[in-house]
């Protein structure tokens, strides 16, 4: 069975500075790993994906994540933080049974 | 497209009482699914369906039914509601086919509270 563990249930940035959120996987397979956000009140959005095609996946509204097999990791990150990245975000990964497997999410506030 | 439309938005149950909390997508999708969300333990699957007629337990099943009738609708029956039921919960949906490195595309939500 696959899991993710996200690393910091919170994290505070000032605007401009560097966004990263931690991710582990744990997967017998190959997995397919996604990074949702989610806004107030309102459902999950895909930001990214990774399915082998690349390490290195860029996603919607600047973020990026980087597929490290040898350290078990897909940490999400964006260059310069705005105050509309302040949401939650979720890592998750898939397996071929197509269960979709959260970790427990990552709140972000960006100081202004 | 409406994409994934769950209905209702708000519900406020009595212990004991049923309910069913509808889902449909227009996406023709094979797959689709029930997750509950609840502070500090991000999403955890309830029930899923990888076509009309098929359907199977996630994470978290007991007290909730569901089944897959046609290709576009899931619904989530709570079959006598507990306190412990209380909280937010998606529908979602994906492709099938073409593998499990589709995202799946959710709902905005059922918040349910149980008195």
């Known amino acids: 069975a696959q899991s993710v563990t996200q690393l910091g249930s919170h994290v505070s940035v000032s605007e401009g500075a560097l966004v990263l959120l931690r991710c582990n996987y744990s997967?017998?397979?190959?997995?397919?790993l996604f990074w949702y956000v989610q806004y107030p009140n309102q459902g999950l959005q895909l930001l990214l994906k990774?399915?082998?095609?690349?390490?290195l996946v860029k996603g919607i509204n600047g973020f990026e994540a980087e597929f490290k097999k040898s350290e078990t990791s897909f940490h999400l990150t964006k260059p310069s933080a705005h105050m509309s990245d302040a949401a939650e975000y979720f890592c998750?990964?898939?397996?071929?049974?197509?269960?979709?497997?959260f970790g427990a999410g990552t709140t972000v506030t960006v100081r202004a | 497209n409406a994409g994934v439309t769950q209905t209702p938005k708000f519900q406020v149950l009595k212990t004991g009482q049923s309910m069913t909390l509808q889902c449909a997508q227009d996406?023709?999708?094979?797959?689709m699914s029930w997750y509950r969300q609840d502070p500090g333990m991000g999403l955890r699957l309830i029930h899923y369906?990888?076509?009309?007629?098929?359907?199977d337990q996630g994470e978290v099943p007991n007290g909730y039914n569901v089944s897959r009738s046609t290709t576009e609708d899931f619904p989530l029956r709570l079959l006598s509601a507990a306190p412990s039921q209380t909280s937010v919960y998606f529908c979602?949906?994906?492709?099938?086919?073409?593998?499990?490195?589709?995202?799946?595309?959710f709902g905005d939500g059922t918040r349910l509270s149980i008195l």
């Open positions: 979602a949906s994906s492709l099938g086919r073409t593998g499990p490195n589709q995202p799946q595309h």
């Open positions: 997967s017998s397979v190959p997995p397919y």
């Open positions: 990774y399915t082998s095609a690349a390490t």
């Open positions: 998750a990964v898939r397996g071929f049974d197509y269960k979709l497997s």
């Open positions: 996406m023709n999708h094979e797959y």
């Open positions: 369906s990888v076509g009309a007629g098929i359907t």
